[in-house]
């Protein structure tokens, strides 16, 4: 991956998004990432500095935990380019899933959440499984409820 060399947040979410795309991309010979506005590509995935946990209530687990960050993954030409922005991890009546903004700058769920473990080096790891409205975010090649890396959140 190449993005950011600035040290990762010790506050903040962790995600790969899912290692078999971006081994995919790898491959590729136009290739294009970014990690922006915050984020930064570590060895372990992408990392998003906490922003605001204002909305989230750690005793309940009920809430909204806003981070801050823009990675942008590009190839094919421009035919694929994908977006994942300024995450938001959210626990409702719906459940508990992950929102990011896409390429076209709208809000997408792009992860629905599984239970929380603790995580290797602190903090909680989360699975992820993709959501019927982000299977267009990866070009319909991959179907709703597939895996995703895990959600890492440290810090909060």
């Known amino acids: 991956m190449v993005g950011s060399t600035a040290p990762a947040p010790l506050r903040g979410m962790r995600w790969g998004i899912k290692a078999s795309f971006l081994a995919y991309l790898a491959h590729l010979p136009d290739t294009a990432m970014s990690a922006t506005d915050g984020a930064v590509d570590s060895p372990e995935g992408f990392v998003f500095p906490l922003e605001d946990a204002s909305d989230f209530d750690a005793r309940t687990g009920a809430g909204e935990l806003r981070f801050r960050g823009d990675v942008r993954l590009r190839g094919h ?23 990011v903004e896409d390429a076209a700058g709208a809000r997408r769920r792009v992860a629905a959440l599984g239970t929380p473990r603790s995580a290797g080096g602190g903090g909680i790891e989360i699975p992820a499984a993709l959501t019927a409205e982000a299977v267009a975010c990866f070009n319909d090649v991959y179907p709703e409820g597939t895996g995703l890396d895990p959600v890492v959140i440290r810090g909060v």
Do not use: H, Q
């Open 77 to 99: 030409g421009g035919m694929l380019s994908v977006r994942f922005a300024n995450p938001r991890v959210t626990v409702d009546d719906v459940g508990p899933w992950l929102s």
